[in-house]
């Protein structure tokens, strides 16, 4: 399994990223997929969810009408669509799927994250 993250980097305040995600190894269309940060000294929290059936749920408020989250099935991707970004969205981001199996259990891989820096 492996869940490979890209697209992070050094941007100014105000500009955009956009953060993907490709995965392998497991059947990607039956996972909900997530994007969580972590800033430094921070827990790690959750950005925005995607659902399987495409439902998705942003759950910061600091985050709503900035991020966008999708997937593309086909490709085995899940994006995170970042605007407006300011400083504090600095953080490592890290791609998160889930899904509970036969026997009820839930089954969920990370990947290694990718470094987001807002910065003037």
């Known amino acids: 399994v492996l869940l490979v993250e890209s697209g992070g980097g050094l941007v100014q305040p105000g500009g955009s990223l956009r953060l993907s995600c490709a995965a392998s190894?497991?059947?990607?269309?039956?996972?909900?997929m997530s994007w969580y940060r972590q800033a430094p000294g921070k827990e790690r929290e959750l950005v925005a969810l995607?659902?399987?059936?495409?439902?998705?749920?942003n759950y910061a408020d600091s985050m709503k009408g900035r991020f966008t989250i999708s997937r593309d099935n086909a490709k085995r991707t899940v994006y995170l669509q970042m605007n407006s970004l300011k400083p504090d969205d600095t953080a490592v981001y890290y791609c998160?799927?889930?899904?509970?199996?036969?026997?009820?259990?839930?089954?969920?891989?990370w990947g290694q994250g990718t470094q987001v820096t807002v910065s003037s």
């Open positions: 998160n799927a889930r899904a509970i199996d036969a026997f009820n259990r839930a089954v969920e891989y």
């Open positions: 995607i659902t399987s059936a495409g439902g998705i749920s």
């Open positions: 190894g497991f059947t990607f269309r039956n996972y909900d």
